[in-house]
């Protein structure tokens, strides 16, 4: 999934001018970004190369603007992937990104459907938190068949926790200007169209 | 917690009309897709499946109008299907707006077309609709065409088959029992999902909320598609033919006809249900 016009779609809905591109003076003069992301890990990465992209998506990031990562580019804002081999990512926040099915309890993948997110007690307070009116176990569409795990040191990115068939994984992270969520909020109805209103109209 | 049993309200469409039929022939029309859709969106769909049912008749979807008007007003994923025959035609849905796409026939007449599907777009773009009759020796036939050509392939093992090509999902349908209201076939369900290890929708002959029920508890379905509970619930309000095309067989919704067998339910009623006999759905 990860449809570019859907988000583009879900943001004009709220009234917020998007436009979708691969410009870096477009990239770099717009107050927000969102990464999305699909396909794997690897083809990302070696597109995101050859568009001169990894670097640019660096220099956003450091200028302190809002930035959101959703599923496939939730993944690439860490150190590594082992999809299809050993993959870097643009490592800004320390962990790896691995495949369910090593999961011998996870029997179905993809993970695709409504799943309930719970919330970190810690980062509930962080005024960036666009998650400060969503309830615990409130339900958003997930479809991935990877998942992130963030390094021990790391563990305070930690936004929300998920689970799927008895496995706890972490389906959202914030950290500084940074927010990205595994879960598809421009396709999980009203409560999506709200964490998005509140990550990009503060 | 566990991801959510999924119910998909799933809408035929021909031309400008939201059409029902049995053994998915003989259509009747029942209204807008569009007044349909929202909604249910509005009131709980877990997701949408639009699909062209007179697609093979013009030789191609003709859906990109509704995908485009749906795709900025409801946020949530939308499969279509109908008709949809080269990579090109995928693309061209996905950029209209849907999330992904359903293929039957022209899977089947070339099984590596969901490899490249799959590569192209992602497998969970990618899913992979199975019509299913049964035979006089009891065996589960696949079916394209809306049922109407016959394959030579069992179902079940195609759904194997599926998998291993690439597809991200299997929608069965049985056609036997669609638009009936009798019941879903729970064991043609079960024999997939002992199969595969990707997600699968059923479809085809709920007609109370306890089929619902029933269906989840017997086996691991990932989620139901349902057309006929549904659109019947919402045309007991919603009987208007106010702008509605004279196109299509207008007979049922001009005279005030329920359909027998079928015990007509909202998404909530039903969510409320099933959750209340322990089945994790989002309400």
């Known amino acids: ?202 | 917690m566990s991801v959510a049993f999924r119910i998909i309200p799933r809408l035929d469409i021909k031309g400008p009309n939201l059409v029902k039929g049995m053994h998915l022939e003989g259509l009747r029309v029942l209204g807008k897709p569009e007044d349909f859709a929202k909604y249910y969106y509005e009131n709980g769909a877990d997701e949408l499946i639009y699909q062209d049912v007179v697609a093979s008749l013009y030789g191609r979807n003709s859906l990109h109008e509704i995908i485009t008007k749906t795709a900025k007003e409801i946020f949530i994923p939308l499969t279509v299907g109908g008709g949809i025959k080269t990579l090109e035609n995928i693309s061209d849905i996905l950029r209209s707006g849907a999330d992904k796409v359903c293929i039957n026939t022209a899977a089947v007449n070339d099984p590596e077309f969901i490899s490249r599907a799959s590569k192209m777009f992602g497998a969970s773009t990618i899913v992979l609709a199975i019509e299913v009759i049964i035979q006089e020796n009891g065996e589960y036939m696949a079916f394209t065409e809306n049922g109407r050509n016959a394959t030579d392939r069992n179902a079940i093992s195609w759904a194997i088959e599926g998998q291993k090509l690439g597809a991200g999902e299997i929608l069965i349908t049985s056609v036997d029992n669609e638009g009936t209201g009798c019941g879903i076939d729970t064991e043609l369900m079960s024999q997939v999902t002992d199969e595969v290890s990707i997600p699968v929708i059923a479809h085809g002959g709920i007609g109370d909320k306890s089929d619902v029920l029933e269906l989840k508890k017997s086996n691991n379905i990932s989620g139901v598609a349902i057309a006929s509970m549904f659109h019947y619930d919402f045309i007991t309000f919603n009987r208007s033919l106010d702008g509605y095309d004279e196109e299509g067989n207008t007979e049922f919704l001009k005279s005030n006809r329920v359909v027998s067998n079928i015990n007509p339910s909202t998404i909530k009623k039903l969510k409320k249900y099933l959750s209340s006999n322990g089945i994790n759905s989002r309400l």
């Open chain 1, 1 to 202: 999934m990860s449809n570019l016009f859907s988000i583009q779609n879900a943001l004009e809905s709220l009234g917020i001018r998007a436009i979708v591109t691969s410009d870096p003076k477009k990239i770099l003069s717009s107050d927000g970004a969102i990464l999305p992301g699909v396909g794997s890990f690897p083809e990302a990465v070696n597109q995101l190369h050859q568009l001169e992209l990894f670097e640019i998506i660096k220099k956003f990031i450091a200028t302190g603007k809002p930035f959101m990562g959703i599923c496939l580019g939730m993944q690439l804002l860490f150190s590594k992937s082992e999809e299809f081999g050993v993959t870097e990512g643009l490592d800004l926040i320390d962990g790896s990104v691995i495949s369910f099915a090593n999961e011998a309890q996870i029997k179905i993948v993809p993970h695709v459907g409504w799943n309930n997110i719970q919330i970190n007690k810690e980062n509930k307070d962080n005024p960036n938190n666009p998650l400060q009116t969503i309830k615990d176990g409130e339900y958003f569409y997930f479809v991935h068949s990877f998942y992130v795990k963030p390094e021990p040191e790391s563990m305070n990115v930690i936004n929300t926790h998920t689970v799927y068939n008895g496995f706890k994984f972490c389906s959202s992270v914030i950290k500084e200007n940074m927010f990205a969520t595994q879960f598809h909020p421009e396709k999980s109805g009203k409560k999506g169209l709200i964490i998005l209103k509140e990550f990009f109209t503060n």
